[in-house]
């Protein structure tokens, strides 16, 4: 035989390297992958459990939305018929007013027919 073909030849070495391998993942297999396994699967339990709980505190936020807007719609909509209300009395409020101002200003004001002062001249008695 070559040296190459003598070297591909398996040796006890590999064959003890092949048995430690083993052991070693019989081990880790038998006592390092089921404690991990388990703490995967109760990690996606409380995962599916705050999701679930997530998800019912989100229809909750939902419904309190969906009340507050009905209920600030309905405050929207007394305030509108109050503003529309307090535009109507001051309506009439001021037109009492406008109307008590020129009944006011009738009362005061002279007939047409004579004069509210007398002429500057004739009342100062100025000489010309």
Do not use: W
């Not at 929207?76 to 009395?89: F, Q, S």
């Amino acid at each position: 035989m070559t040296i190459a073909v003598a070297s591909m030849m398996p040796n006890a070495t590999f064959f003890v390297e092949l048995a430690l391998f083993g052991a070693v993942a019989g081990v880790i297999a038998r006592y390092v992958v089921p404690p991990l396994r388990d703490g995967v699967r109760r990690r996606q339990d409380e995962i599916a459990d705050a999701r679930g709980a997530a998800d019912t505190d989100a229809a909750e936020a939902r419904r309190l939305l969906a009340d507050a807007r009905a209920e600030a719609e309905t405050i929207r909509a007394e305030a509108r018929r109050e503003g529309h209300r307090i535009r109507l009395v001051s309506r009439e409020v001021a037109d009492g007013i406008v109307a008590e101002a020129k009944r006011r200003t009738q009362e005061t004001a002279a007939p047409p027919d004579r004069p509210t002062r007398t002429p500057r001249r004739a009342a100062s008695g100025a000489v010309r």
